[in-house]
């Protein structure tokens, strides 16, 4: 059997899902190539059995990807989203355009992620994308517990810079509201068991409570904090 090879055009009328597509996946090389344009007129995503717990989950917006890898972890290049808009049964919440980039230097990862709307922020250092947030819960859970040592995780390390400037975490997590002007900052090192953040926000919400004018300061390295 050869490896899937995609370089056409392609259509969909389907009610819940209406999207144009143009250009190349290719598999059939050493290194996975997506390299193509979107144009999803409407997307049913409760329909689709994509998102369970909105039974209104509507998206429509442009996608331009041009990525290089055979896993998440190993995807490098950009991802474009244009003109974004998802309805849920709370609120609508739009975008104009938000880039996510990718780049490796040797077993150092560059991931940027860019919107003027949304969101802005780096992440740099030697991890898999894929177990981020198990490296940060387990972050934490050292502030408190120390966790034996696992010799698989002990090379990864982060340092990350985000800002938000709206309301677009509510897309993913709807029990969590986060407000305009909040920052996130600091650097993980899973060998050394090395954590700081520095977290600053008007306003957080969390299903029915509120907390405002939030600043949490953390680093092991200093007792101070």
Same mark, same amino acid.
């Given at each position: 059997l050869k490896a899937p090879y995609f370089n056409s055009n392609l259509e969909s009328l389907d009610p819940n899902f209406q999207f144009a597509?143009? /250009?190349?996946? $290719?598999?059939? /090389?050493e290194e996975n190539i997506f390299d193509f344009n979107a144009d999803i007129n409407h997307a049913d995503l409760y329909a689709l059995n994509i998102v369970k717990r909105d039974t209104v989950a509507d998206f429509k917006g442009s996608l331009n990807v041009n990525l290089k890898g055979n896993s998440i972890d190993e995807l490098k290049g950009e991802l474009r989203f244009k003109s974004f808009e998802y309805k849920n049964h709370l609120d609508s919440f739009q975008f104009e355009e938000l880039t996510v980039a990718s780049s490796f230097q !040797?077993? %150092?990862?560059?991931?940027? *992620?860019?919107?003027? $709307?949304?969101?802005?922020? !780096?992440?740099? /250092?030697?991890? %898999?994308?894929? %177990?981020l947030p198990e490296l940060f819960s387990e972050a934490i859970e050292n502030l408190y517990f120390k966790s034996k040592d696992d010799p698989s995780k002990n090379y990864q390390y982060v340092d990350f810079d985000i800002e938000i400037y709206n309301k677009i975490v509510e897309v993913f997590f709807p029990d969590i509201k986060v407000s305009a002007n909040t920052f996130i900052n600091g650097s993980i090192d899973a060998s050394e068991n090395d954590?700081?953040?520095?977290?600053?926000?008007?306003? *957080? /919400?969390?299903? $029915?409570?509120?907390? %405002?004018?939030?600043? *949490?300061?953390? $680093?092991?390295?200093?007792?101070?904090?």
């Open positions: 597509f143009e /250009g190349l996946l $290719d598999a059939s /090389g !040797k077993n %150092k990862q560059t991931i940027t *992620i860019d919107s003027p $709307d949304v969101i802005s922020g !780096k992440l740099v /250092g030697d991890f %898999k994308l894929t %177990k954590f700081s953040l520095n977290f600053r926000s008007p306003l *957080i /919400g969390v299903y $029915d409570t509120s907390f %405002k004018n939030i600043n *949490i300061q953390i $680093d092991t390295d200093n007792p101070l904090y």
